[in-house]
């Protein structure tokens, strides 16, 4: 089992006082705090190996080179890609998504297919299809939700058929906390020759995930909610469609040869890396793959469960509070939503903050989902390896004394 005391001596921004009060980090859905071994890789880059990579000869960008090349295949490792060419390096989860629905929807989307994808989505995997199916006259459907939080798979066997070109779906969603059926939806799509796109930010960070295993067409994260710094990401393609696509940014270091009135792309996975790349970020992420398999994918599983279940039973027996999503602590992951009733979310985690604990209110980029919900806002505690049944018994707590103080003006 993992020592999350002892791991929390690697993040130094998690021993520091707010409003007075020991910091409580459970913002990690938005984004992770990083190790010590991130950042000295970074700093480490910048002090020592800085230049641009591949195509310098010179000592620093071949050091350089070597180790943002190495980053990748440490990624091909952390997900079980077939190969490096497979692995593209992105400013993030979103800008992966915007790529396929650019790239793979430009091509191979027509008039009349449709793009399957569920009511809980991030707007990240809402809006580029919005955009494409409108380009493209093509219609977008949704999946619904059953009552209990979960993604409804009967639905999705009644929605997935002949017309559907892309199915695109959460992993885990930000919101709810469960994680979906992924497997039984790629076997779906690919029965019906469709592909099947899996937004993996709030799953990568937390288990392992095999791309190979899963059978799946294309799957996005993003690094700095895995330990890694912010603007790097990733996106996972199948090779049989990259080597399809075409690129959607067009500039240096993409190309293999530029004519006057035309030109050539290398091959993957640089054809789509236009410009210098984020060399520090993906280096970055190297050190934070490295670190997180150190510790374990499975373990960091297992441990984020073990908090779900001691928090869990807690959040719900407290009187006027709503826990939104799965309610069996089994089937919920450690991003977990909100409200207490008769307070806005907002004031909610302000009283919060005061107490030095830190979570999420608003719509968290998922505003059809809380509306479907009949829901305007909530707040969202959420979990990591290093955070602690001390962390847990504090946001109880603390909760306690927000609803003492708007109760009766006291805590």
């Not at 919005?130 to 999946?143: D, G, P, S």
Request: aromatic letters at 10%; proline letters at 4%; a negative charge.
């Amino acid at each position: 089992m993992i020592d999350a005391q002892k791991l929390r001596q690697d993040f130094p921004i998690l021993h520091q006082l707010v409003n007075d009060e020991p910091l409580i980090y459970l913002d990690n859905a938005a984004t992770t705090q990083k190790p010590e071994a991130v950042l000295a890789k970074l700093a480490a880059y910048y002090h020592q190996d800085n230049a641009n990579v591949h195509r310098g000869v010179h000592t620093l960008a071949e050091r350089a080179t070597q180790s943002y090349e190495g980053a990748r295949e440490k990624v091909r490792a952390f997900i079980n890609a077939k190969e490096t060419a497979e692995i593209l390096f992105t400013r993030g989860t979103t800008t992966s998504l915007n790529w396929i629905a650019r790239s793979f929807g430009d091509k191979f989307v027509k008039a009349g297919d449709e793009i399957v994808i569920s009511y809980m989505e991030h707007h990240s995997n809402i809006i580029p299809w919005q955009q494409l199916a409108q380009q493209k006259n093509a219609k977008l459907v949704y999946i619904d939700i059953t009552p209990e939080g979960y993604l409804d798979l009967a639905d999705a066997k009644r929605k997935i058929g002949p017309k559907t070109k892309i199915v695109a779906i959460a992993h885990v969603s930000n919101v709810l906390g469960g994680i979906n059926p992924v497997e039984e939806l790629i076997t779906l799509a690919h029965e019906n020759d469709a592909v099947m796109v899996i937004d993996g930010a709030q799953a990568a960070p937390h288990m392992k995930v095999d791309v190979q295993q899963l059978n799946v067409d294309f799957y996005a994260f993003s690094g700095h909610k895995m330990c890694g710094p912010t603007g790097i990401g990733v996106l996972y393609g199948k090779r049989k469609w990259l080597d399809q696509m075409e690129p959607v940014e067009f500039g240096g270091e993409m190309i293999d040869f530029v004519n006057l009135y035309d030109s050539t792309w290398k091959e993957l996975p640089w054809k789509f890396e236009a410009g210098t790349p984020n060399i520090a970020g993906g280096i970055g992420l190297g050190a934070a793959v490295d670190y997180l398999s150190a510790i374990g994918m499975d373990e960091i599983h297992d441990y984020e469960q073990s908090l779900v279940d001691y928090v869990m039973p807690k959040l719900k027996a407290i009187e006027g509070v709503t826990v939104y999503g799965p309610q069996d602590p089994k089937d919920h992951t450690g991003v977990i939503a909100f409200n207490i009733d008769g307070l806005h979310p907002h004031d909610v985690a302000t009283a919060l903050d005061m107490e030095g604990v830190a979570v999420r209110a608003g719509h968290h980029c998922a505003q059809p989902l809380l509306k479907y919900m009949n829901v305007p806002a909530t707040a969202r505690a959420s979990f990591y390896f290093y955070n602690t049944k001390k962390d847990a018994d504090r946001l109880i707590d603390a909760i306690h004394k927000t609803k003492e103080f708007f109760q009766h003006g006291t805590i």
